[in-house]
């Protein structure tokens, strides 16, 4: 079957470093995504790996590993606007999203 | 680029009454749009797939006759939720694909409905 795993809940301080790991198992694949999503709002587009390496963005930055079926989100200088969930989606062979339960991180001042 | 809206943002409805949320991508045709349901604390569950101008595609579990879904143009998806009761209060949010690009997809803002 298909399966995405993520942590439930993190914690971290403001200003720190935090990673984001996440496991995928898809049929097929073709890409995985982290969105962002705060409290009653939708997701919104962070980042999309396809390749293997490490992809930055300003303070985010996502890493894929295609052998070992494992992607993580690195967030640094961390912000109290930066608690939100974090979404790990793998896309499978059929270009559907199959999506993780979301990380809830924490910021602490 | 890329924006899609949804329409109401809220909505507070009475069990046994019927719900239309409107989901429009409004600078670009979207072939295909996305349905889905979120409840507190929980992932997105994918509800349905609306292809414009065909049936949608329902996931398992999801009932089609209770959630109806009309994809009649390339810029307009609807979910309407029939004989709505309080189990079916929900955030639903809808995506759309972007046309030859076949894993992006870009969220509209999401409805609450709560029925009471």
């Known amino acids: 079957g298909q399966n995405i795993d993520q942590p439930t809940e993190m914690t971290a301080t403001e200003g720190a470093i935090v990673q984001i790991n996440c496991t995928y198992q898809?049929?097929?694949?073709?890409?995985l995504f982290w969105y962002q999503q705060h409290a009653g709002e939708a997701p919104t587009f962070l980042s999309y790996?396809?390749l293997d390496g490490l992809e930055e963005k300003g303070r985010f930055s996502s890493f894929l590993s295609r052998s070992k079926g494992y992607s993580y989100l690195l967030l640094k200088e961390l912000q109290m606007k930066d608690s939100a969930s974090y979404l790990c989606a793998g896309v499978d062979s059929n270009y559907q999203l199959i999506w993780g339960a979301g990380t809830k991180l924490i910021i602490k001042p | 680029g890329a924006v899609v809206s949804q329409h109401p943002s809220r909505v507070i409805c009475k069990s046994g009454t019927s719900v239309k949320i409107e989901c429009r991508s409004l600078?670009?045709?979207?072939?295909?749009m996305f349905w889905y349901r979120q409840f507190p604390k929980q992932s997105l569950m994918l509800m349905a797939t609306s292809n414009e101008g065909s049936k949608a595609t329902y996931e398992q579990g999801v009932e089609k006759d209770k959630f109806l879904i009309n994809h009649a143009s390339l810029t307009l998806s609807t979910l309407t939720v029939t004989s709505a009761h309080p189990e079916d209060s929900s955030f639903y949010i809808c995506s759309a694909r972007l046309p030859g690009l076949e894993y992006e997809q870009y969220f509209g803002p999401g409805t609450r409905l709560t029925v009471t």
């Open positions: 600078d670009f045709q979207a072939t295909t």
């Open positions: 898809t049929s097929g694949f073709n890409g």
């Open positions: 790996n396809v």
